[in-house]
């Protein structure tokens, strides 16, 4: 709330009767209300835009007529999937352009409960980045799974009261909300007891269903597949949000089905995007360029990052560049390549020629470290005994986190144990239970990662995070699982039972501690390493694609540490067709 002395200030230097602060003289502005272009000097006092006009002060900086938009808002994204820490992730993405995010952080939540949302809601305060906390909803996201927390409604009341938290994250359980389950219910009501927004996740939902969900209050929603169903969800009511992330491109699919007419309810988020992403391609800005050589207007895109995500979430002090709103500002050199110069934060210089100003400071980790606890794994749970050579796969389809349910004959020994086949591209898919010391190892077959010798595994396996593992045989998949236990968490291949490639991940099992670039460096010898030495599809994200082939809430199938699961169904099925 801003004080009386600091709104008089404000009032009078925007009128002319005071200096601003800050002058950036010369501007062309973006405007999201009219689109066009103003011409004119931004007046900025207390972190705050006065005006816009001419004015004065003693700071000014002549921009020489460089484009001003709003800092950006990514409408959706999970920290924890750029495998940095709150702080480093800020440091990544605000040379960017990005000056806000809406983050939900059910990854760490599901890994450490509350604990780990204390942890994030700390870490982030170290970020000039404005890192708004949705409240996970679904933790875990299903009952066909262990996660290392339970979140229930009574559990997260005290923090969905606090300012902290902005609203319920992502409504993974659809079928729970359109069926009346009474926790879910319970989780809804607490949002809207404290005026919190509801975010949503439900792919492929129509008709009866939809209207259901949405009376419901859930506001958005970011898994549509096609332009129908995103039609569909808009002319419910809903915002939709255009994912392009590492893994996930639906912006591609949909980008086609934005119009005049329905634009402002369209938002763009990343979900989930690595470092090493971020490096190749940046982050809003490549939304921004897509998005304007698909023929949308540059200023339809650019309110889609900033204006129509402030609104959504209810952030009236920022979104566009105008009198009253933050002086978050993203400078660039034209409307078409979106190149970065200069983000202004809070009126504050903060990133320059893709370089961030401040010194990054981190929190400590020792509240979420040391997060693999495993129960007599050994080799004979990868075993996998069948009673038929017609089999059910799960067969990967490049491009997204959505898999097909497959079929097909493989080779079994007498005793009817899978034998993998080099002329088959179907391979042993487990999922080791890592929070509860339960002793779970579930087996499954995947078909199309590719993988031509030694073993994967991973500790990032949404959303219950427990450990995924797949490789062409046992000992190399046993030896990757143990190596990774050992250095708590994050991603190891194997090769003869060596270590081929790692990247620890000592916060939760699903961050590093590390700094940005290194993370990089190592996830892009990582990919090499995969697709190189182990062969795996270079179609695919080798990491990021396994991370989602235990979310039981992506169709078509899925396996948990308790085993297969038919996501069409919400149900387990057998591995036999």
């Not at 560049?321 to 504050?348: H, M, Q, R, W």
Request: glycine share 8%; with cysteine; net charge negative.
């Amino acid at each position: 709330m801003i004080e009386k002395k600091q709104l008089e200030k404000l009032i009078n230097v925007a009128a002319g009767r005071q200096n601003a602060d800050l002058a950036l003289r010369n501007c062309r502005i973006v405007d999201v209300y009219s689109a066009r272009l103003l011409c004119g000097d931004i007046a900025i006092s207390g972190g705050v835009i006065a005006g816009i006009g001419s004015y004065r002060s003693d700071n000014e900086k002549d921009m020489c007529g460089a484009i001003v938009m709003p800092g950006l808002i990514d409408a959706h994204i999970h920290i924890e999937s750029s495998c940095v820490s709150p702080e480093e992730l800020g440091a990544l993405l605000v040379p960017h352009g990005t000056s806000t995010i809406i983050a939900d952080p059910h990854e760490i939540v599901n890994v450490c409960g509350l604990t780990g949302l204390s942890y994030m809601l700390e870490a982030a305060a170290n970020a000039r980045l404005d890192i708004k906390f949705m409240m996970p909803s679904c933790v875990p996201a299903t009952p066909f799974e262990h996660a290392g927390a339970e979140l229930t409604a009574k559990l997260m009341a005290d923090s969905m009261a606090s300012e902290k938290i902005l609203g319920l994250g992502e409504f993974m359980n659809f079928p729970g909300v359109i069926n009346n389950d009474d926790e879910v219910i319970n989780k809804i009501m607490t949002a809207k007891y404290n005026g919190k927004i509801i975010d949503g996740h439900g792919p492929g939902l129509s008709g009866y269903g939809l209207n259901a969900y949405i009376v419901a209050g859930i506001l958005t929603d970011h898994e549509c597949s096609s332009v129908k169903e995103m039609h569909e969800k808009i002319e419910r009511g809903m915002y939709v949000l255009l994912r392009r992330g590492s893994a996930c491109d639906d912006l591609s699919n949909l980008i086609g089905g934005v119009t005049r007419d329905n634009e402002r309810r369209c938002l763009l988020c990343s979900d989930d995007r690595q470092t090493k992403t971020i490096f190749e391609k940046g982050h809003l800005e490549e939304h921004l360029r897509f998005c304007v050589r698909a023929g949308i207007s540059p200023f339809s895109a650019v309110r889609m990052a900033s204006l129509n995500a402030a609104e959504c979430y209810g952030l009236s002090d920022r979104g566009a560049v105008a009198p009253g709103k933050k002086a978050d500002l993203t400078i660039v050199d034209d409307l078409e390549n979106f190149n970065i110069s200069e983000v202004y934060i809070d009126g504050i210089l903060t990133a320059q020629n893709g370089k961030y100003l401040p010194k990054v400071v981190k929190h400590p980790i020792d509240t979420v470290a040391g997060s693999c606890h495993v129960k007599d794994f050994s080799v004979e749970k990868l075993s996998l005994y069948l009673k038929s050579d017609k089999v059910k796969t799960i067969s990967i389809l490049p491009g997204g986190v959505v898999t097909e349910k497959g079929t097909a004959t493989v080779k079994l020994d007498e005793s009817g144990r899978f034998i993998y086949s080099p002329e088959h591209d179907i391979v042993k898919i487990a999922v080791v239970e890592r929070h509860r010391n339960t002793g779970n190892v579930a087996v499954a077959l995947l078909q199309n990662y590719g993988i031509k010798q030694g073993a994967v595994a991973v500790s990032i396996a949404h959303d219950s995070h427990n450990i995924i593992v797949v490789g062409t045989n046992d000992r190399d998949m046993e030896y990757a699982v143990n190596e990774l236990i050992k250095q708590q968490g994050g991603i190891l291949l194997a090769c003869n039972r060596k270590t081929a490639a790692s990247m620890p991940m000592t916060i939760a099992g699903i961050m590093s501690d590390k700094d940005g670039r290194w993370v990089s460096n190592r996830l892009t010898f990582i990919h090499e390493t995969a697709y190189k030495l182990l062969g795996v599809n270079e179609n695919i994200d080798p990491i990021m694609t396994l991370c989602f082939m235990s979310l039981p809430v992506i169709p078509e199938l899925k396996i948990t540490d308790m085993g297969l699961f038919d996501v069409t169904k919400f149900a387990f099925t057998s591995i036999e067709a």
